[in-house]
């Protein structure tokens, strides 16, 4: 079986004490980091550049980083994310006027390309690219904040994507961003999700590991897990 990822998104996090905070989600079965970004011009919030990413990696931070770009435009600041320490860099299609160059152009700095696309983004977006991503996070709620509620119709969405990557018989990760809770779960892995980006699901809770724990649980036991 594919082994699922559980991202820890940032947004989330005490970023008073990021560094630590991140580790601690890290320490507790977090298996990369989510850098949420945001401009206040694609989304209506404003959060870190690639510096704060420089200073996880100084900090010891040494978990694969997910650089989720909510910024128009992208191009310019792919470069500065890679240098900084980025392994994934993921934007949304509405983003950039030239999709493809957008994707060449994060492979080019050596980085696994993804495209985020919105609850009401088609997927005809994804036609042509398809051959050129690691990536496709399917959004579960409008992009700008943590703590939304999941939007049930994305979970057809979430299925349809798992479709289109088994018969591209590409290796891309599929993976959902957005109000995913313990509740949800096992409706969310049984559409065949490889990667659960979760940011209060972790960070608000007292006991991250627990919370983790609970999140591989219902993976590892998708029978037994109708209980949540
Ligand atoms: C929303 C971000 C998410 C967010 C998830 O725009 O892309 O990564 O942090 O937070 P939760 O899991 O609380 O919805
Ligand atoms: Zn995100």
Not at 162 to 174: A, E, V
Not at 191 to 205: I, K, L, P, R, T
């Amino acid at each position: 079986m594919k082994k699922c990822l559980i991202a820890p998104s940032i947004l989330s996090a005490d970023c008073a004490r990021l560094g630590e905070d991140i580790s601690k989600a890290l320490d507790a079965g977090g298996d990369l980091v989510h850098f949420d970004v945001m401009d206040n011009h694609y989304v209506p919030n404003l959060t870190m550049g690639p510096m704060v990413v420089k200073s996880l990696r100084n900090y010891g931070i040494t978990a694969p980083i997910d650089v989720h770009l909510m910024v128009e435009p992208v191009d310019c600041i792919i470069p500065y994310f890679a240098e900084a320490g980025a392994n994934y860099i993921t934007f949304h299609p509405e983003a950039s006027k030239h999709i493809d160059r957008t994707l060449q152009l994060i492979k080019a700095n050596g980085c696994c390309s993804g495209l985020a696309l919105n609850p009401a983004t088609p997927l005809s977006i994804l036609d042509y690219v398809m051959h050129k991503l690691d990536t496709i996070v399917i959004m579960s709620v409008n992009p700008g904040f943590s703590g939304q509620l999941f939007i049930p119709s994305t979970l057809h969405k979430i299925h349809q994507v798992r479709q289109l990557i088994n018969k591209s018989g590409y290796d891309i990760c599929l993976a959902v961003d957005g109000g995913i809770t313990i509740s949800n779960f096992s409706k969310i892995a049984a559409e065949g999700a490889d990667m659960f980006v979760v940011g209060s699901a972790v960070f608000n809770q007292i006991d991250y590991k627990k919370a983790i724990d609970s999140m591989r649980y219902i993976i590892e036991n998708p029978m037994l897990s109708s209980y949540y």
